[in-house]
Nanobody, 124 residues
Framework: QVQLVESGGGLAQPGGSLRLSCAAS????????MGWFRQAPGKEREFVAA????????YYGDSVKGRFTISRDNAKNTLYLQMNSLKPEDTALYYC?????????????????WGQGTQVTIYS
């Protein structure tokens, strides 16, 4: 069993930055890829970023490339998402998720554990 708890969401202005964290319980964190997804009201869940089990490979959604950076600290069982140059369209509930395999994937059905989410709101 894995529990994932996101934090770091909040309010920011366009052009600003936020850093999300995802704390994972259990000893399997370092054995699997991890990912971030988001869902805005009335929209489908969207892939944001994913990282391989050791952090050597990353994968980003087109809408966040060049602005967001995913990273992980396996010693701390923590996943991060650094979000820069934020835009109003980044407003959403952000979820972290644990993948079933070691390599990053944008497919939500390849993830078996999900956190409850942290809200990010970008306002002018």
């Amino acid at each position: 069993q894995v529990q994932l708890v996101e934090s770091g969401g909040g309010l920011a202005q366009p052009g600003g930055s936020l850093r999300l964290s995802c704390a994972a319980s259990g000893r399997t964190f370092s054995s699997y890829a991890m990912g971030w997804f988001r869902q805005a009201p009335g929209k489908e869940r969207e892939f944001v970023a994913a990282i391989s089990w050791r952090g050597g490979t990353t994968y980003y959604g087109d809408s966040v490339k060049g602005r967001f950076t995913i990273s992980r600290d396996n010693a701390k069982n923590t996943l991060y998402l650094q979000m820069n140059s934020l835009k109003p369209e980044d407003t959403a509930l952000y979820y972290c998720a644990k993948a079933r395999e070691v390599l990053p994937t944008p497919r939500a059905d390849e993830y078996d554990y999900w956190g409850q989410g942290t809200q990010v709101t970008i306002y002018s």
